[in-house]
């Protein structure tokens, strides 16, 4: 892993308050935009960027070193590093957090954009308390309308019941996108909240210092789940900040890898490696029982109806096999 320095060098020698650190994997142009998004809507703030290129083949590389960025960086020093293979968005970043001492990390996707005014409204919310640790934007898709970046964390099987049965429906509004989140929620005021979008989201260096970085067992998926776990274990406050705004394209990456099937397994991978490192045996075979029954009952629904139901088949199967699995270490366990 080959860390270089600038494409420009700062106008001056005094430190960043702010790294922005971008993990690509052949963003072309969407990496383009997301730094020029930083470039018109600076934080007023001394800040450098770190992009740590993941083994781009669309020339990406190419153009972080090109003259063409270096004008437009000004006085802005960029730091690259270049890795020769993918090495996963945890790891990537764990480089960057080492490369960089700024105190405010702002981990940025490379398919995401600022919005005017959004960086410097997370930094004061990220200061606005001694045990605020990190905080995201409000996301919100190309055309403008809300991206769900908030959920319950860790799951618990009552919740998936009640949005899977959508008794949730028999609750006040409010009560249930307070109790839910995700898209039962509006995201319309500041909170806190125990989980962040990984897309977006400024964290403090102390933070990093205290729980560390990314667990490098999750390559793509479930890492942002298991950092915001710890983080919260460790004391530390996640808020959301709707009056940030971030626009943020979504799975660019990941189309490019795989197709929708495989991109399912890649992602209940992620979930079930969370869960075992991250929950107690009870809470995971719960949360697969909860989550098994549901499965079953929606692909008999589609069956009668008549659609396709390959990806509900394909979950519901993973998700007993990792049933088996947990229940068969459970009782491997217990003998001991």
């Not at 530390?236 to 495989?262: C, D, I, K, Y």
């Not at 629904?301 to 396709?308: A, M």
Request: some cysteine; aromatic content about 6%.
């Amino acid at each position: 892993m080959d860390a270089q320095q600038g494409t420009a060098e700062g106008g001056g020698a005094r430190a960043p308050d702010l790294s922005f650190v971008i993990v690509n994997w052949n963003g072309g142009e969407l990496l383009r935009r997301a730094i020029e998004s930083i470039l018109e809507f600076p934080p007023a703030v001394a800040y450098d960027v770190v992009v740590v290129d993941n083994a781009s083949t669309d020339g990406s590389r190419e153009w972080l070193r090109s003259g063409e960025l270096a004008g437009r960086l000004g006085g802005v020093k960029l730091h690259l590093i270049e890795n020769a293979e993918n090495v996963g968005f945890g790891r990537a970043n764990n480089a960057a957090f080492a490369l960089t001492q700024a105190p405010l990390l702002f981990l940025l996707n490379a398919d995401a954009e600022l919005r005017a005014g959004a960086c410097d409204t997370l930094i004061a919310t990220a200061r606005s308390g001694a045990r605020v640790g990190a905080c995201g934007p409000r996301l919100v898709n190309p055309d403008g309308s809300l991206q769900t970046s908030v959920w319950r964390n860790p799951p618990a099987a009552w919740a998936t019941l009640l949005s899977g049965l959508r008794l949730d429906r028999l609750l006040p509004s409010r009560l249930g996108g307070e109790l839910l989140l995700a898209d039962h929620w509006a995201h319309d005021r500041r909170r806190e909240v125990p989980m962040l979008s990984g897309a977006a989201i400024l964290v403090r260096r102390e933070v990093v210092e205290g729980v560390g970085g990314f667990d490098e067992r999750f390559h793509m998926y479930g890492e942002d789940n298991e950092w915001c776990l710890r983080i919260t274990r460790a004391g530390w406050r996640l808020v959301f900040e709707p009056a940030a705004v971030v626009m943020h394209h979504g799975g660019h990456s990941s189309r490019r890898r795989w197709n929708e099937l495989e991109k399912l397994r890649v992602q209940l991978d992620a979930y079930f490696r969370f869960q075992r490192h991250c929950l107690t045996r009870r809470q995971a075979v719960s949360n697969l029982l909860a989550a098994s029954a549901l499965l079953a009952l929606q692909r008999a629904w589609r069956r009668v109806r008549g659609r396709p139901a390959e990806d509900v088949a394909l979950t519901l199967r993973l998700h007993l096999e990792d049933l088996k699995r947990t229940l068969r270490e459970s009782r491997s366990a217990g003998a001991r």
